[in-house]
């Protein structure tokens, strides 16, 4: 588990000097990229008219890359754990949501260095993605109604 959390920050702090360096850097981290792609196992590719997704496992690690229709990295996501997320934004989950059960959280890495955080949580009959601030603040992203 460290070590996959490793990998995604190194993944992240690399993209992060890719922004301030320009295009080269940015042809490196997408062979990096490439090279985790690679050795993933089972990496499973979606096209739309949008953009391109492959999700693959990496040392265990739910991991998925998007890119747009030129193949350059929109953004980097990854499933994480419950302790995995901010502190400070399990925190207000639990005093804003007193009875919800946390049932997704993950990381997803813009190629602009942005860090957003997405916890699902149920409520009743209700499912709720919550957008999560590093920061720990939690606002409301969607509301679904769960059958």
């Known amino acids: 588990m460290k070590r996959s959390i490793t990998a995604i920050l190194f993944v992240l702090l690399f993209s992060s000097a890719c922004i301030a360096n320009g295009k080269d850097t940015d042809i ?55 302790n995995e997320l901010p502190k400070e934004a399990l925190e207000t989950i639990t005093k804003k949501f007193c009875d919800c059960v946390i049932s997704d959280v993950v990381i997803f890495l813009h190629a602009d260095g942005q860090i957003d955080y997405f916890a699902g949580i149920k409520i009743s009959k209700m499912y709720i993605a919550l957008k999560v601030m590093p920061n720990g603040k939690v606002k409301v992203f969607q509301k679904i109604r769960l059958q």
Request: aromatic content about 14%; charged content about 25%; hydrophobic content about 40%.
């Open 28 to 82: 490196q981290l997408q062979n990096i990229l490439k090279v985790v792609i690679k050795y993933a196992n089972r990496a499973e590719w979606i096209t739309t008219d949008n953009f391109k997704k492959v999700s693959f496992t990496y040392k265990g690690k739910e991991l998925q890359a998007y890119y747009d229709a030129e193949n350059k990295l929109i953004a980097f996501s990854a499933d994480l754990s419950l």
